[in-house]
């Protein structure tokens, strides 16, 4: 059984930045071998992807998250990471992290992520 904890989440300005990190309880083989992404949940809202990470380091990201966020992993550590900067009000959301246990990074939908993080606020103030 995979666990996934988040932590890296607060409140901060306009402008801010914040460094989310997700720890992966799993074996190097099946964490280094796994499709990793980030999504965000705002209150009222559906979950919203926000980028994505395949097992040998290429990217994929969300219009709107392209140039402020960077996506990346340690394989070594089971440590997937989001570096937001330039945060928006809009970027307000609970953030989790998700595994697709030891597969390719074929799809971006939340049902194909079987293990998710319990989630990390970050609340953007005006």
């Known amino acids: 059984q995979v666990q996934l904890v988040e932590s890296g989440g607060g409140s901060v300005q306009a402008g801010g930045s914040l460094r989310l990190s997700c720890a992966a309880s799993t074996s190097e083989y099946t964490y280094k071998n796994s499709c990793m992404g980030w999504f965000r949940q705002a209150p009222g809202k559906e979950r919203e992807r926000v980028a994505f990470?395949?097992?040998?380091?290429?990217?994929t990201y969300i219009d709107s998250m392209k140039g402020r966020f960077t996506i990346s992993r340690d394989n070594t550590k089971h440590i997937l990471y989001l570096q937001m900067n330039e945060l928006k009000p809009e970027d307000t959301a609970t953030y989790y992290c998700?595994?697709?246990?030891?597969?390719?990074?074929?799809?971006?939908?939340?049902?194909?992520?079987?293990?998710w993080g319990q989630g990390t606020q970050v609340t953007v103030s005006s």
């Open positions: 998700a595994a697709a246990l030891g597969r390719f990074c074929y799809k971006a939908d939340p049902d194909y992520f079987e293990a």
């Open positions: 990470i395949t097992s040998d380091g290429n990217t």
